[in-house]
Structures are given as structure tokens and as C-alpha cells.
């Protein structure tokens, strides 16, 4: 077997990828994309060296060329990202929202406690901009351990 | 008289129109709060002059965001009784505002939607009412609810309703996610003709007609 320069280029592309991706947060379904990230990079590896194996697979599989799979399976893994990401940005931005708003509505009872505006001060108004918050119901019901849906890699 | 209601507007750069809007509205409901939605403009300062309370989020975040900021800060008013989402550019009359109250007072309503074509008096596009036509169908086709116009801004809401809302859907999706958590609570709603303004401001603001691929987008992957 004899190893072409640009095997040499993908692999460590790859390498290099996987390693950066180790370097996230998350508990269980961080042990889950490891695992994934592992085994894809292994096979990417292998497919590098042995580039009849999608051939041979996509045979199997009833495609005509192993570059045709592996354009297919591209394609799957793509929007599989895609729609991942999103969600995951979503998860980001509820989060973001939640402290934006508490931000907000925290500076207005914080400055309505010298009774600025409005038509008279609440009853929290009465400690001078003391941390003491009423409970609001949207974190407690909602924070804590929704971490962002597991997410499996391409 | 009115204490007890609570007119919610999110804000986003109406400067321009915001100070009037406010001043009009408090003429008939002395309690307005605008919520600021991270304006470029001094539209903060104009609805303060005009004695709205202006909650001030840090970040543009969306119109939705900014209604449920408004619930939040409402909720805060131990004798607030009821929500009414209304907005900031001048479309909206606090005279529809006035029947709607009416209406849940004496039919013992939760809630009541402003809807737009239960009367002729507002003057949509050919375009618009179609697209309004079949978003307000595909609203009733997910949520279980029978109503002619669910992309009204224009809606009172109870106490004990806006105490179970919780919108998730920062830009234009909440109105549909409004309606269909509305739909699931187990209370009496029903719509009440309004008239909405088309300015050539609230024209030149409005929103594009393409908003409704987004707002299934939206809708759709969440």
C-alpha cells in the first residue's frame, strides 16, 4: 500500500477536526458525540486508505460509484447539521432571552423604587433595590437541566 | 377607571409616532407600558414623556420577547386584571379596546381577540387578506381553535391567562404560538371586531408579506 500525499492531507484534516470538536460541553450526550466523532473519524481514515471501501459499500447499497455514497451520505449529513444547529440556536437564544429580560424587567423595579413613573410603586418597592426578586415562573419550570436535544454529529 | 387594565406595546424605533400613541391610549388607559425592544431611536424617552412605563431590553430580541417581557412586568401589578397587547404604530384605537372590554365583562370571556375581518371597516390589500386568510387557517388547523383573524395584533387577556402564556418564539411566530396556547387552556374566548389603521406610516413599517414563509419556518422546526 502506498500512501499518496494528499492521504497524508486528509487524514490530518480530519485529525485535526475531530480534535477540535472533543472540546465541547455536555454530559451524556457529550460521551454520545465522542463516541460518534470517534467511530466517523476512524472510518474517515480508513475510507482514506482504502478508497475501493465505498465502492464496495455503495454495491451493496445499489449506487452505482462510491463517490456517488459519498456524496449522498453528504448530503444527509448536511442537513442533519443544519437542522441540529438551529435547534441548538434556539436552545441558545430561550436562554439569552430569559436573561435579557430579567435584565430589563430587574432595572425598572430597581428604578421605580425612589417612585419614578408609573401610577404608584409596586409592593416590592418598598426595599431600596435590595436583590430580593419574586419568584417568577419561568426558570424553575424551565431552567435547570434542559440541556440543548442530544445532538449526533453528521 | 381602567386601573385595572394594563396595555402592553413593544417597542422597536417608533420614535416618531411612539410619544402620541402613548399620550392618546392613556387618555382612556392611564397604564401603558412600553416594552423597549432595544430601539436605535428615542423612542424610550418619547413614551416616557408621555407617562408610559418603559421596560428597556438590553438587546433587540424580537416582538414576541417583548410581549412576554410586557406580561412579566404587568404581573408585577398586584391589581392588574387585564393584559392588552397593542401596538406601537398607531394602528390600533383604544375604542375597539373599550368593546372588547365590554364584551368579556358581560359574556364572562378570558380573553378577546381583535379580528379584522368580522366587519369591513379595515382596509386590507387583496394580497394581504389572502395570506392573512390561509395563516389564520393553518392557526385553526394546528390548534383547535375557530377564529377569523389570528395575526391580530390587538388581543385582551385576563390575569389568570397571561399568569399560564409563556412565549417562546421571539420574532414573528408568537401570535400563532398566542392562539395555540390559549386554545389548550380550558377557558372562554371569543373575537370582537377592531378597526386597524393603515397609515402610510404603519404601511411603510409593516410587515412584508414574505414574514408569512418565515413565520411557518418558524413554526414548523421548532
Given amino acids: 500500500m502506498n500512501i499518496v500525499l494528499i492521504q497524508v492531507l486528509l487524514i490530518v484534516v480530519v485529525v485535526v477536526v475531530a480534535a477540535r470538536l472533543f472540546r465541547s460541553r455536555g454530559a451524556r450526550s457529550q460521551a454520545v458525540r465522542r463516541l460518534g466523532l470517534m467511530l466517523?473519524?476512524?472510518?474517515?481514515?480508513?475510507?482514506?486508505?482504502?478508497?475501493?471501501?465505498?465502492?464496495r459499500m455503495a454495491a451493496v447499497a445499489g449506487v452505482r460509484r462510491g463517490t456517488d455514497l459519498v456524496l449522498y451520505a453528504l448530503v444527509v449529513a448536511f442537513l442533519s447539521f443544519t437542522v441540529t444547529t438551529y435547534l441548538r440556536f434556539r436552545d441558545f437564544e430561550a436562554r439569552y432571552t430569559r436573561l435579557a429580560r430579567r435584565l430589563a424587567l430587574d432595572e425598572v423595579r430597581a428604578e421605580s423604587t425612589p417612585s419614578q413613573t408609573g401610577p404608584t410603586s409596586s409592593p416590592t418597592a418598598g426595599?431600596?433595590?435590595?436583590?430580593?426578586?419574586?419568584?417568577?415562573?419561568?426558570?424553575?419550570?424551565?431552567?435547570?437541566?434542559?440541556?440543548?436535544?442530544?445532538?449526533?454529529?453528521? | 377607571m381602567n386601573d385595572d387594565v394594563w396595555l402592553v406595546v413593544p417597542?422597536?424605533?417608533?420614535?416618531?409616532?411612539?410619544?402620541?400613541?402613548?399620550?392618546?391610549?392613556?387618555?382612556?388607559?392611564?397604564?401603558?407600558?412600553?416594552?423597549?425592544?432595544g430601539s436605535r431611536d428615542g423612542g424610550a424617552a418619547a413614551a416616557a414623556a408621555a407617562g408610559a412605563v418603559v421596560v428597556q431590553h438590553p438587546v433587540n430580541l424580537g416582538q414576541g420577547a417583548a410581549l412576554q417581557t410586557g406580561f412579566e412586568y404587568a404581573l408585577t401589578?398586584?391589581?392588574?386584571?387585564?393584559?392588552?397587547?397593542?401596538?406601537?404604530?398607531?394602528?390600533?384605537?383604544?375604542?375597539?379596546v373599550l368593546a372588547m372590554l365590554e364584551k368579556a365583562r358581560a359574556e364572562d370571556?378570558?380573553?378577546?381577540?381583535?379580528?379584522?375581518?368580522l366587519d369591513d371597516r379595515t382596509d386590507a390589500?387583496?394580497?394581504?387578506?389572502?395570506?392573512?386568510?390561509?395563516?389564520?387557517?393553518?392557526?385553526?388547523?394546528?390548534?383547535?381553535?375557530?377564529?377569523?383573524?389570528?395575526?391580530?395584533?390587538?388581543?385582551?387577556?385576563?390575569?389568570?391567562?397571561v399568569e399560564q402564556l409563556e412565549i417562546t418564539q421571539n420574532r414573528m411566530a408568537h401570535a400563532s404560538e398566542l392562539v395555540q396556547q390559549i386554545g389548550a387552556l380550558d377557558i372562554r374566548y371569543a373575537e370582537s371586531p377592531v378597526h386597524i389603521l393603515y397609515t402610510d406610516y404603519s404601511k411603510a413599517k409593516g410587515q412584508s408579506l414574505w414574514n408569512a414563509v418565515n413565520i411557518l419556518a418558524e413554526l414548523i422546526l421548532r
Fill in chain 2, 125 to 161: 390589500g387583496v394580497l394581504k387578506k389572502l395570506v392573512l386568510r390561509m395563516a389564520v387557517g393553518y392557526t385553526n388547523l394546528t390548534t383547535h381553535t375557530r377564529l377569523t383573524d389570528a395575526h391580530n395584533g390587538l388581543r385582551l387577556i385576563s390575569r389568570e391567562v
Fill in chain 1, 40 to 55: 466517523f473519524a476512524a472510518f474517515a481514515v480508513v475510507s482514506i486508505l482504502f478508497p475501493n471501501l465505498w465502492n
Fill in chain 2, 11 to 37: 417597542l422597536y424605533n417608533e420614535a416618531e409616532v411612539i410619544g402620541d400613541v402613548v399620550a392618546q391610549a392613556r387618555e382612556t388607559f392611564p397604564n401603558v407600558v412600553c416594552v423597549d425592544d
Fill in chain 2, 109 to 117: 370571556l378570558a380573553v378577546v381577540f381583535g379580528s379584522r375581518f
Fill in chain 1, 127 to 154: 426595599t431600596t433595590a435590595s436583590p430580593t426578586v419574586p419568584p417568577r415562573r419561568d426558570e424553575g419550570s424551565n431552567a435547570g437541566g434542559d440541556a440543548p436535544p442530544a445532538t449526533e454529529q453528521a
Fill in chain 2, 77 to 96: 401589578r398586584p391589581d392588574m386584571k387585564w393584559v392588552v397587547t397593542f401596538d406601537a404604530d398607531g394602528q390600533h384605537q383604544t375604542s375597539d
